[in-house]
C-alpha cells in the first residue's frame, strides 16, 4: 500500500505563501532543490489543487525552464515521469500528460487509489491537503522550512483540524532550511 504525503514550503512562522499570495521568499538553492527533486522523483502520482498544478505545469510545458540547467531539467523529468491528478471545478482541461482531472475530492477514491498504487502519493496545495487531512489519509507530512517570518497569508496546515505527528527524521541544510518528516498520528476522537 503506497502512502499519501503531504510535502509543503513553509516559513518559519508556518505560512506557504505572503498576504499578497507570493512565495518568492523561495530561493533556488542547489542542495535544497536537488533534495527536493529527489522527493519528486520517490512519487508514482501527485495529487493537486488547481493553483498548485497551474504553477507546476510549466515543468513540462514550458521547455526554456529545463533548458537553463541540469538539475532544472532533472526536476522536469522526474516531475513529468509521475501521473498527476487535478482537483478543479474551473478547469476544462489539462495541459500536462498522464494528468486526469477530477471535479471533487473523493476520500474512497484517493482510499483505492493508495491501496493499488505502487509508488507513493503526494498530495499539493493546502485546500486539497486540508480535505485529505480530514478524511485521515495523510500518512506522512512533510515540511520544508526556510528561514524567513512572512508575518501573515495563506498557512501550510490547516486551521481548524487538530493532527497529531510524530517525528521522523529531520535533516539541516547550509542555508538554514529544515526538512521535517512526520508520521500523521491517529486520533482517538
Known amino acids: 500500500m503506497a502512502k499519501l504525503i503531504y510535502v509543503n514550503n513553509v ?14 521568499w523561495l530561493p533556488l538553492d542547489d542542495e535544497v532543490f536537488t533534495f527536493t527533486t529527489d522527493l519528486v ?17 510549466v515543468w513540462e510545458t514550458d521547455p526554456a525552464l529545463a533548458a537553463q540547467s541540469a538539475r532544472m531539467a532533472e526536476f522536469a523529468r522526474a516531475w513529468q515521469a509521475a501521473d498527476k491528478v487535478v482537483y478543479s471545478t474551473t478547469l476544462s482541461a489539462t495541459s500536462t500528460a498522464r494528468t486526469s482531472l477530477e471535479r471533487r475530492f473523493d476520500p474512497a477514491a484517493v482510499r483505492r487509489l ?3 498504487a505502487d509508488s507513493d502519493l503526494m498530495i499539493g496545495g493546502a485546500d486539497l491537503a486540508a480535505q485529505a487531512l480530514r478524511a485521515g489519509l495523510v500518512d506522512e507530512c512533510q515540511l520544508i522550512v526556510w528561514p524567513v517570518a512572512v508575518g501573515g497569508g495563506k498557512p501550510g496546515l490547516p486551521t481548524g483540524v487538530r493532527t497529531d505527528f510524530a517525528l521522523l527524521d529531520e535533516r539541516r541544510f547550509g542555508n538554514g532550511v529544515l526538512h521535517l518528516r512526520y508520521r500523521t498520528l491517529v486520533s482517538d476522537d
Not at 516559513?11 to 518568492?24: L, Q
Not at 522523483?41 to 505545469?57: D, I, K, P, Q
Open 11 to 24: 516559513s518559519v512562522d508556518g505560512y506557504i505563501e505572503d498576504e499578497k499570495g507570493v512565495f518568492a
Open 41 to 57: 522523483r520517490s512519487v508514482g502520482t501527485f495529487l493537486y489543487g488547481r493553483r498548485l498544478y497551474e504553477s507546476m505545469a
Open 114 to 116: 493508495k491501496a493499488t
